[in-house]
């Protein structure tokens, strides 16, 4: 397997979302002197990093031309680490409301594990416009919440809705493209 550019990018996000989760909920409990708004900044800061990395993976695979089978695997879980260490070390401060990240995280394993079964079935699995709205409105709360802003949690619930519209559609797309095919 050759590495590329677009799959370094995918693997140093991976890299990230752990780092953000131990700025979150470790780095402020094991340096007691530095005030919280400094580690919200550092947190933000690495989560605005790999969120960068996020665009820039698949801009430059698609735009080079080297989008491939790993890419395809990391990619996608690379976003789901990074947004699970953001909900869950958000949830554990208390900035994060347990249902809201409760119906996104169930909602983000549902569809992961729903698009093995549309890949099997030969099924278009490239994210819908709802998706990639649903995504950055997930990307601005947990940068809101982060830095606990004012709207954070107004953003957290507007992601839940963006987040279940978003699974409905895959849902439904595959249920319709069964259909067609006469399958269902």
Same mark, same amino acid.
Do not use: C
């Given at each position: 397997?050759?590495?590329?550019?677009?799959?370094?990018?995918?693997? &140093?996000?991976?890299? /990230? =979302?752990?780092?953000?989760?131990?700025?979150?909920?470790? &780095?402020?409990?094991?340096?007691?002197?530095?005030?919280?708004?400094?580690?919200?900044?550092? %947190?933000?800061?690495?989560?605005?990093?790999?969120?960068?990395?996020?665009?820039?993976?698949?801009?430059? %695979?698609?735009?080079?031309?080297?989008?491939?089978?790993?890419?395809?695997?990391?990619?996608?879980?690379?976003?789901?680490?990074?947004?699970?260490?953001?909900?869950?070390?958000?949830?554990?401060?208390?900035?994060?409301? !347990?249902?809201? @990240?409760?119906?996104?995280?169930?909602? !983000?394993?549902?569809?992961?594990?729903?698009?093995?079964?549309?890949?099997?079935?030969?099924?278009?699995? %490239?994210?819908?416009?709802?998706?990639? @709205?649903?995504? @950055? &409105?997930?990307?601005? =709360?947990?940068? &809101?919440?982060?830095?606990?802003?004012?709207?954070?949690?107004? /953003? /957290?619930?507007?992601?839940?809705?963006?987040? /279940?519209?978003?699974?409905?559609?895959?849902?439904?797309?595959?249920?319709? !493209?069964?259909?067609?095919?006469?399958?269902?």
């Amino acid at each position: 397997m050759m590495m590329n550019l677009p799959n370094l990018l995918a693997i &140093f996000r991976v890299f /990230l =979302a752990f780092l953000f989760f131990f700025l979150l909920v470790n &780095f402020g409990a094991m340096f007691p002197n530095i005030h919280q708004s400094w580690v919200n900044y550092f %947190a933000a800061l690495v989560f605005v990093i790999a969120s960068v990395t996020d665009f820039f993976d698949g801009y430059i %695979a698609r735009s080079w031309n080297q989008i491939t089978k790993f890419g395809a695997i990391i990619d996608p879980l690379a976003d789901k680490m990074l947004t699970l260490a953001g909900f869950l070390g958000l949830m554990y401060l208390g900035r994060a409301n !347990e249902w809201a @990240v409760y119906l996104i995280l169930i909602r !983000e394993f549902f569809i992961t594990g729903f698009r093995v079964i549309m890949v099997s079935d030969n099924v278009d699995v %490239a994210a819908s416009m709802a998706g990639k @709205v649903k995504t @950055v &409105f997930q990307m601005i =709360a947990i940068g &809101f919440l982060t830095m606990d802003w004012f709207g954070g949690d107004i /953003l /957290l619930w507007i992601s839940v809705i963006l987040t /279940l519209y978003s699974g409905y559609e895959y849902v439904n797309g595959y249920i319709k !493209e069964m259909r067609n095919r006469g399958q269902i």
